[in-house]
Structure formats: C-alpha cells, structure tokens
C-alpha cells in the first residue's frame, strides 16, 4: 500500500513535463488551426513562463524530492545507505550550482528515476492491492450471496458464489505471497536507480585512494625534505659552530681564562638559539601543548605565529580523539600558512566547535572553519596544499570544503569524525 501511495507521487514530475509538453504542441500548431481563437501576447508570455519555466522546474524540485524520499525508505526501513567520496572543493559561484541542480543531467536523470520507480510501483504494488483486496472482497461478497442463495434462491445459483469463495481466497494469497517479491524487486530497481553499481563504487574508490596515496606520499616526502633542509642549514650549522667554539674555549681555559669564559658565554647563546630552532622544526611535527592540553590550547600558539591578526573561537565542551585533534591542528596551521603567502588578508578567524549527528547511524563532527578576508579565488591545480589538506581530512573519512569566490575571501571547512 505505501508503494501504491508513493508511486502516485513518483509520477507527478512526468505528467507535470508532459502537461508542459502538450502546452508547446498546442501553441506550436495554434496558428494553423482556423477553430482556436487568437491569445493576446501578454497571455502568452505568462503562459509560456509557466508552462516553459515554472512547471518544468517544479517538475525537477518534485522529482529530487521524489529520489530522496526514495532513499530515505531505503535508509529507514530496510537500512540500505550509499555514502559519496568527498569533493575538494565546493562550487563557490551559486548561480552555477542552482543552474546544475535545476537543469544539470542529475536532475533530468531523477525525472526518470521518479517515473520508472512509480511505474513499477503502479504496476506490481497494484497488482497485489487488487488481488489481495479484490479476493478478499469477492469472497466476502460470496458468503453473503450464498446466504442470499439459500434463503430465495435456487440449488443452482450457488455455482458462481461458490467458486467465489474458493477463487476470491485464493487470489488474496496470492497477492499476500507476491507482497514480500515485489517489495524486493523495488528495493533492487532503487538500488540499481539511486545507487551506483557495488563494482563501479570498487573501482571509484579505488582510483581516489591511489591518487590521495601518491599526493600523500609526495607530501610525506616533500615535507622530510624540509626537515633535512631545515636541520642541515640551521640547527647543524649552529651545533657545528657551538662545536667550535667550546674548542676554542677548551683551549684558552689554562693561558686565557678570561677570554676562555667569553667563549663559553657565547656557547651558552647559541646553545639557546638551536633549542629555539629545534623547537620550530619539532613544533611543525606535533607541539607539545597539542598532546598536553588539546586543541584549544593549541590553535591560539599556532594563530600567535601568524604574520597576520587572528581570531580564535573554540567552543568545545571535551576534547576529541587525538588522531581528530593531530588533523583539524594540521589543516588549521596549513590553511594559515597559506593565507599569509596568497590571500592578502587582514584578519582571519578560525573557530572549532563540535556538531552533534542525533541520527542512529551519524557519528558527531569536530568542525574547523578558518575564514579570511584575502582576495580568495583558491585553485587547487596551482598547488598541492588544499589537496594535501583534502587528503589529510580523507584519510579518517573526514571531508573539507572550499568556497573562496575572487574578491571576497575564502572559508574553508573541515568536518572531521569526533572519533576518528
């Protein structure tokens, strides 16, 4: 019954484009028909506004309400979920979106699925509503008309209701042993409609894990080339001249102790100046006051090393997963290295707060949103960091969205599973 129900809705988006259809055939051959009195064009226009734009486009918004009350009976009643990969990037102009939500090919392609589905819904659910109801009414009927029968009646009219009590049952078993079948059938047609195929979903997945796999390892690599940099041309130097310089003063203790003390005065500077480089490069790895007191105490060390001003708002009532906290802390002081090289903002804030996921199957979020006021317009393809960022956010089935028009900025998000 709610199959029958539902696909009487399923079938209002195509009866919607063929009204609209039937509309263009009649304006179209109007001219040519001496009977159909002549419209002002006034009319027209209002009627080709709404048969050519407002009805097909309420046909597409009914159509994709139709596909996701689809997929929330397959979620609700028979637990089937489908998850998409995350996108990089968002669409940041929204005229574009609204165009490809109204007239892209996922909206043509849910006219079909809402018609196929109601089709089949009419058809097989029908079937069994009129064996089921029609046999149990029929055989219902004929109690009565055999009672009818054999009150005024002769012996041979009692055939037909008879056979009626037999058949009526019969076709309402029927109905009740092809209920479950055609529940499974439209459960696969769903399936097969909304959800793409187990193999191609395989192979998808596995064409985006090997592309994240190599970014990372260019990543990892990239990034322990800078470390080699970094020791080699700061911290080495400093430790080889500190070397040389407790040689000199080793050497003058005895016949030069004043000038042997200078020496080790100065030792103890540059000892301090490659603790402090070392700290930079350790920092860049994982900070201590990450590990120690979490991520609120954590972003505002790294905002405070930011060449440009920055807001923190953390409101977080527990910490989440150190694996969350180690990427929403990498994202936040990657996203801040790239503004102060390319945005050209004045202020940036970055906030963290946790969202709450009530559905049985949703997992809370720990959201990081750093926003800037720079020139935006981010392209990922003039660079690996967003993408460095994608993958990092990806790898604990997270998912970072971008929207940077030019000229007013960037905000990016990450939604990262609390417990990742």
């Known amino acids: ?21 039937t509309w263009i055939g009649f304006a179209l051959t109007a001219p040519w028909q001496p009977d159909v009195p002549r419209r002002e064009p006034g009319q027209l226009v209002v009627d080709a506004v709404a048969f050519l734009v407002a009805l097909p486009v309420a046909a597409i918004l009914l159509a994709r309400l139709a596909c996701r009350v689809q997929r929330n009976r397959l979620d609700n009643v ?32 849910a006219i079909v699925y809402s018609t196929v589905a109601g089709a089949h819904g009419l058809l097989a659910a ?92 260019d ?24 070397s040389m310089t407790l040689t000199r003063a080793r050497s003058r203790v005895s016949t030069d102790p004043e000038t042997a003390l200078e020496l080790i ?16 490069v350790a920092r860049g790895l994982h900070p201590r006051v990450l590990t120690d007191h979490g991520l609120g105490a954590a972003l505002p060390v ?14 977080l009532p527990e910490r989440p997963s150190p694996r969350a906290e180690g990427v929403a802390y990498y994202v936040a002081c990657e996203a801040l290295t790239n503004i102060a090289k390319h945005a050209d903002a004045t202020r940036i804030t970055v906030a963290a707060e946790r969202i709450p996921r009530p559905t049985r199957r949703g997992r809370d979020l720990l959201r990081l949103t750093v926003t800037d006021d720079g020139v935006g317009g981010a392209d990922p393809e003039a660079g690996t960091g967003l993408y460095g960022l994608w993958d ?16 007013e900025g960037t905000v990016l998000t990450a939604d990262i599973p609390w417990e990742a």
Do not use: K
């Open 1 to 21: 019954m709610t199959s029958l129900a539902l696909a009487l809705f399923y079938l209002v988006p195509v009866f919607m484009l063929i009204v609209s259809a």
């Open 78 to 109: 028979f637990g089937i979920v489908e998850t998409s990969p995350p996108d990089p990037l968002a669409e940041d102009n929204p005229l574009l979106r609204a165009s490809r939500f109204l007239l892209g090919r996922d909206a043509w392609s």
């Open 126 to 217: 029908g079937v069994v509503v009129v064996l089921v109801v029609c046999g149990g009414a029929a055989a219902v009927g004929a109690l009565v008309g055999i009672v009818f029968v054999l009150v005024q009646g002769a012996p041979g009219d009692l055939v037909g209701p008879l056979v009626l009590v037999v058949v009526g049952p019969l076709c309402a078993l029927v109905g009740l042993r092809l209920a479950p079948v055609i529940v499974a059938t439209e459960v696969l047609l769903h399936r097969m409609l909304l959800f793409e195929a187990p193999e191609v979903r395989i192979r998808r997945r596995l064409v985006h894990v090997q592309d994240s796999r190599l970014r990372m390892v």
């Open 219 to 242: 990543a990892a690599e990239s990034e322990r080339r800078r470390i080699e940099r970094d020791l080699h041309d700061g911290a080495q130097q400093r430790l080889l001249a500190l």
């Open 265 to 280: 005065t100065e030792a103890q500077h540059e000892s301090r100046e490659v603790m402090d480089e070392l700290r930079q």
């Open 302 to 315: 790294a905002a405070g090393r930011a060449p440009v001003p920055v807001r923190v708002d953390v409101e």
């Open 392 to 407: 990092r956010v990806d790898a604990v089935d997270g998912t970072l969205t971008v929207h940077s028009p030019s000229g």
